[in-house]
């Protein structure tokens, strides 16, 4: 693959819900390897978008590529590579946190060894055979991001990815979901503050139009305040 | 294949876990046979009207089985999961399909029995062999249609009203013949010891025409 291919492009991305547009008319290009930071209201679009570039939605006006394959045509070849924490944990809560993972990791074709591995990484490894439904919401966040990782994807769709993690298991997490993980990283959160210290780019939006995408030296506090206003 | 064995085991884990299903399906037939027992007003039936009684029943309790095929997937996020993955999405046909097969054939192995001891006249016993081969039949309809139905059904928030409104007359033709093909085999004195092959061929083709479509429309079912 080019190198200077960015890893995601989208090129005036509408997304409607009924009468409802949920996305408007939304460019912008990441470079492989960067962080881009979706700031927003509740309801601005940003787990929209997540879904769109996760290949779960179908834009209805505009292009979405990522690592150069449009979506959703060609959704099949990136799908290994894409990985997404979303609200939704994505787990059977009546199933163990090792037999969710393992099942995953079935689907993806990866090892089994690999599970122990992630567990481990999120220092899950004791309550690995406890139900998802017994777990407390950090635990269940815990597995979730273990499972978003397990087949080691480039291209991270973080929403809200440190939502119930107490700063020790956040602490933990950063060498899976960090910078330090090296995927490329799209992710949203409500506390600005955070997501514009790690991210590389910003993309702002309001009633689901871009109404900043830059870096975020360039996105002020004023920006901030009036975004949330 | 593969896949679709990897989706299954994880369906059969989750309701052995939950019994939320397979348990209500078969509460259902027998609250029904009890229903006929007493609407009926006759201790034993035999016949078509026998025939026409068990199949209902089976639909009635299958049609619980269908409205609850998705609903882990829709409530806990399953769908996003499997869509997400490197995989052929009709491994997710087969898979829910053979989980509702499971399902029938766990609700029939309680409820036919109990059929024979509550209303039919007749007994069983010449006339298995026959049953198991239409119900079977019937079973493969039953587990593709409804799992298409399941699948468009799942997407909508009238769900619990769709699956019904849908699925039942898509399975008309399945249960005209199932009830046909049973009612020679139930009928009391001189009963046929195999079903007629009309009804069977009727049901066999019925079922490979539904499994081609599903084939064809799954994929598409399952996009936004």
């Known amino acids: 693959m080019d190198a200077k291919l960015p890893a995601i492009e989208l090129r005036g991305v509408t997304r409607h819900f009924g009468e409802r547009s949920a996305l408007r008319e939304v460019s912008a290009r990441v470079p492989a390897g960067a962080t881009l930071a979706v700031l927003g209201r509740n309801g601005a679009g940003k787990s929209t978008l997540l879904r769109i570039l996760a290949a779960l939605l179908r834009p209805h006006e505009g292009e979405v590529l990522v690592f150069g394959e449009p979506l959703p045509r060609r959704a099949f070849a990136v799908r290994a590579k894409l990985g997404l924490l979303a609200h939704d944990p994505l787990l059977y809560r009546e199933l163990t946190g090792r037999e969710n993972l393992e099942y995953h990791a079935r689907l993806h074709g990866v090892p089994r060894g690999r599970v122990d591995e992630v567990l481990e990484a999120v220092a899950m490894e004791r309550r690995a055979d406890d139900p998802v439904r017994l777990l407390s919401r950090g635990m269940v966040q815990r597995v979730a991001i273990a499972r978003a990782v397990l087949h080691a994807p480039r291209l991270l769709l973080l929403d809200e990815p440190r939502a119930n993690l107490d700063p020790s298991a956040a602490e933990l997490v950063e060498p899976l979901i960090g910078r330090a993980s090296g995927c490329t990283r799209v992710l949203t959160s409500h506390d600005p503050g955070a997501a514009l210290a790690e991210a590389d780019l910003v993309l702002a939006l309001k009633d689901g139009r871009a109404v900043f995408v830059g870096e975020p030296t360039a996105f002020g506090e004023a920006q901030v305040k009036e975004l949330y206003a | 294949?593969?896949?679709?064995?990897?989706?299954?085991?994880?369906?059969?884990?989750?309701?052995?876990?939950?019994?939320?299903?397979?348990?209500?399906?078969?509460?259902?037939?027998?609250?029904?046979?009890?229903?006929?027992?007493?609407?009926?007003?006759?201790?034993?039936?035999?016949?078509?009207?026998?025939?026409?009684?068990?199949?209902?029943?089976?639909?009635?309790?299958?049609?619980?089985?269908?409205?609850?095929?998705?609903?882990?997937?829709?409530?806990?996020?399953?769908?996003?999961?499997?869509?997400?993955?490197?995989?052929d999405r009709t491994a997710l046909l087969i898979a829910k399909a053979a989980a509702l097969f499971i399902y029938l054939i766990v609700l029939e192995i309680v409820a036919v029995p109990a059929f024979g001891l509550l209303l039919l006249g007749p007994s069983l016993g010449h006339a298995l062999p026959g049953i198991v081969l239409i119900l079977i039949l019937a079973n493969v309809g039953l587990s593709v249609i409804g799992t298409l139905v399941s699948a468009i059904a799942v997407h909508t928030r009238a769900r619990d009203l769709i699956g019904p409104v849908i699925g039942l007359p898509l399975l008309l033709p399945a249960l005209i013949a199932t009830a046909r093909g049973l009612g020679p085999l139930l009928r009391a004195g001189h009963a046929a010891s195999a079903p007629p092959g009309r009804w069977l061929a009727i049901l066999a083709l019925y079922d490979l025409v539904f499994a081609l479509i599903a084939y064809g429309v799954f994929d598409f079912l399952l996009e936004d």
């Open chain 2, 1 to 87: 294949m593969r896949t679709a064995l990897v989706v299954l085991r994880k369906d059969l884990r989750v309701e052995s876990r939950t019994l939320e299903t397979v348990p209500a399906m078969i509460l259902l037939a027998l609250i029904t046979f009890v229903i006929f027992h007493f609407g009926l007003d006759r201790d034993t039936i035999g016949g078509q009207l026998a025939a026409g009684v068990l199949t209902a029943t089976l639909l009635f309790a299958a049609m619980l089985g269908i409205n609850r095929l998705f609903v882990a997937e829709r409530e806990q996020g399953g769908f996003d999961a499997f869509l997400m993955a490197p995989v």
